[in-house]
């Protein structure tokens, strides 16, 4: 009889289970986030590593360390990324060891078909980098995602197991409850596996929340906890929004067709000649006056920006644009990749 008694951890982990809920509109929001940000890590991926790299729609799931421990008690590469500006948490990217030793063998300059077995430093340093790469194009997408700045710290790469990876980070014990996002992750003909994204439980309801309310407004009196529960309402039928009150009725605003009559053309033709000044921007840093003072020849200067990140193109000083280098003959030049909307340059210029 002893035996078919359950232990106090046991029953920690099954009232764990029933406590630790994700909602489908938030676990739809991850998905989202997940395919749009390391969509485009994936692009820039493949381009470091000039191979075609691939990531399937990714799937969400709640978990517990202990789970995956039990599950995945091979080594894997991790990679602790900290979002410091626009989110504050930490997500952990892992991948297998035999994945990572390809990516290093690419970034050393082989195919790829004869990876170490074993990584050393310099090895776990270039898959670093890598990873560095992806990462930093993902914030990038996410912070169009989110509507603002999202900027990380430089990712900590390091090989453990599941069952050290409290060694990492703080926020990961055996017991912490985690939301997992998968990837399959293709290199060509090279990789065929499955990429990590292990998110704390309450930074992946935070990421998640922070979508649904830009995309939906939430009604005066309604908590951002109870969103989710209402979009699905809304959407199922079940309850429709009340605007009735003028506090909540939504504005609407009839779209304007400007008609251009000879005059406007005329007026506009004034201002066809008139020189901008075009210019770029790499990155930016503060320095104190003393460090300045210290400059010399073959200083480094850290700018605020990861490489492989898009550049600023700005006329007369405003954010219109952004892009990356390239090589025109002998001379550098940019190549736009993405318009700042309309509003955001109405922003800019106040």
Known sequence: ????????????????????????LERDALGEIGNIAFGSGAT????????????DTPTVEMAQMRKLINEYPIPFLASEVDY???????????????????????MMGGDGT??????????????????NQMIGKASTSMSSLF?????????????????????????????????????????????DSKLMLIIPYEFGREMAQSLINKNSPVRQGESA??????????????????????NVRPIQFEVLNPVSTPHDVKNLNLLLDVSLEISVQLGSTQMRIKDILDLGIGSVIELDRLAGEFVDILVNGKLIAKGEVVVIDEN???????IVSPMERVNNLQ
């Not at 820039?44 to 990531?55: I, K, M, P, T």
């Not at 626009?86 to 063998?105: H, P, R, S, W």
């Not at 197991?161 to 014990?173: G, L, P, R, W």
């Not at 550098?332 to 993405?338: E, L």
């Open 1 to 24: 009889m002893g035996n078919d008694m359950l232990s106090q951890e046991e029953i920690n982990a099954l009232l764990n289970e029933e406590v630790f809920e994700l909602p489908p």
């Open 44 to 55: 820039a991926l493949s381009l470091l590593l000039n191979r075609r790299v691939e990531l």
């Open 84 to 106: 410091i500006k626009g989110l504050k948490g930490t997500n952990l990217l892992m991948i297998k060891i035999q994945d990572a030793a390809v990516i290093a063998d690419l």
């Open 114 to 131: 004869q990876p170490k077995k074993e990584l050393n430093d310099m090895d776990v340093g270039a898959v670093g980098e890598a990873l």
């Open 147 to 191: 509507e603002r700045r999202v900027e990380i710290a430089p990712p900590r790469t390091t090989v453990t197991t599941m069952e050290n990876v409290d060694e990492i980070s703080a926020q990961y014990s055996e017991t912490q409850p985690v939301i997992v996002i998968y990837f399959r992750l293709l290199i060509e003909n090279l990789v």
């Open 225 to 246: 906890r109870e969103q989710p529960q209402m979009m699905e309402k809304r959407q199922t039928g079940g309850e429709r929004m009340d605007t009735s009150s003028p």
């Open 332 to 338: 550098f030049g940019v190549k736009i990749a993405d």
